[in-house]
Each structure stands twice: as structure tokens, then as C-alpha cells.
């Protein structure tokens, strides 16, 4: 067999394993959030930060969802890394953003986050600061789901179904997790343009 066929039936593999009734969870607790004027921060390094960018685009094209993510701001961002380290910088965008217990964090990650392998802290602080606040916490993980998963229900965890390939997996459903989520009735309150043309 091929790489790419054993790629996509791994892929088919991962379709058929997730659970649809967390995305329905998530779908309930993003309607829930726009009803209260809740804003959604979408939070990820690497290929997650990249999902952000994309997602807060289309939550508050799509579905009107007041949305932001700290990577969009480099100059802010490397400015909080060099001043004040890695670990805080997110934490500390989110707390001159004024988050609060009516706000969501969205987190793209491949581990979830320890602080015992000192591994996506950065995340694992902003996470912290939304359990403390009892703010809403949702995501999209691999492997385990780490630290995401252990702090909130509302977490799809992208299973291991090859060990080599953990990373473009569990990116590649973030993807098509945040769609379907935009995409869900509960969420979409905009045509989008393709879907409009005839």
C-alpha cells in the first residue's frame, strides 16, 4: 500500500472514531457564549497558531462571534516573549484583553499542554486563567489531550492512529473540527460566499 492510501484510510480511521456529540457540546457552548456577548480566544503555537488566525476569520465572518487570537499581533507578541518570557506572553495579552467569566478560550494543540514536561506552557497558563475565571474552555488535541483535556469536556481528541504521524493528524482535524463547528447550525448566522453563488 502507498503512503497516501495508508493516509487516507488512516484519516477515514479518525472520522469514524471521533465522537460527534462533543462537537455538538462545543456547538452548544459557542451558541451560548455569542447569546451572552461572550467573546471566543482562539490560542495555539506552530501550526495551531496558524488554525487560529484562520478561525477567528471565520467565527466573526460566519457566525458573529467577537473573536481574537495573540499570535495576529507579532509585535505584541515578541515584545511580551522578549520582556516578560515564552510561558506568560499569551496569559498576559489575555488579561489587557480584560477576559472574563463571560469569554471562551479555543485551543489548537497537538499535546494539550504540561507543566510537567514543560511543554506548551504558554497554553497551559492561559488555561489556568480560564478555569480560575470559570470562563468556557474548548479544543481541538492530540495524543492524550494533555492539559486542555483534563480541564474541560469540551475537547475533541484527535486519536493516535500512527505514532509517526500524531502532528499532521491531529492538525489536520483541528481543521475540519473548527469547519464543521462554523458550519453548524446552531453557529452560522452568515451565508458564505460559494454557498450563495449559483
Known amino acids: 500500500m502507498s503512503f497516501s492510501q495508508s493516509y487516507l484510510d488512516q484519516t477515514s480511521q479518525i472520522a469514524n472514531s471521533l465522537d460527534s456529540e462533543i462537537i455538538e457540546n462545543i456547538a452548544k457552548g459557542l451558541a451560548s457564549l455569542r447569546k451572552r456577548n461572550g467573546r471566543l480566544f482562539f490560542i495555539g503555537s506552530g501550526g495551531g497558531a496558524g488554525h487560529a488566525s484562520h478561525a477567528v476569520n471565520d467565527f466573526r465572518k460566519i457566525a458573529n462571534i467577537e473573536c481574537y487570537t495573540p499570535t495576529d499581533n507579532v509585535s505584541e507578541l515578541t515584545a511580551r516573549i522578549n520582556d516578560d518570557g515564552w510561558d506568560t506572553s499569551y496569559s498576559n ?106
Not at 119 to 127: A, D, G
Not at 169 to 178: K, L, S
Open 93 to 198: 495579552w489575555l488579561k489587557v484583553s480584560r477576559f472574563n467569566s463571560n469569554d471562551g478560550i479555543f485551543v489548537f494543540s497537538v499535546g494539550g499542554g504540561s507543566l510537567e514536561k514543560n511543554i506548551s506552557v504558554n497554553l497551559v497558563e492561559c488555561i489556568k486563567m480560564a478555569k480560575d475565571m470559570g470562563s468556557s474552555i474548548f479544543g481541538v488535541v492530540g495524543k492524550n489531550g494533555g492539559f486542555v483535556k483534563e480541564s474541560s469536556d469540551d475537547v475533541v481528541v484527535i486519536p493516535t492512529i500512527d505514532d509517526k504521524l500524531i502532528t499532521p493528524h491531529t492538525e489536520g482535524w483541528q481543521a475540519v473540527v473548527w469547519h464543521a463547528l462554523v458550519s453548524h447550525p446552531a453557529i452560522t448566522e452568515n451565508e458564505m460566499k460559494w454557498e450563495s453563488t449559483k
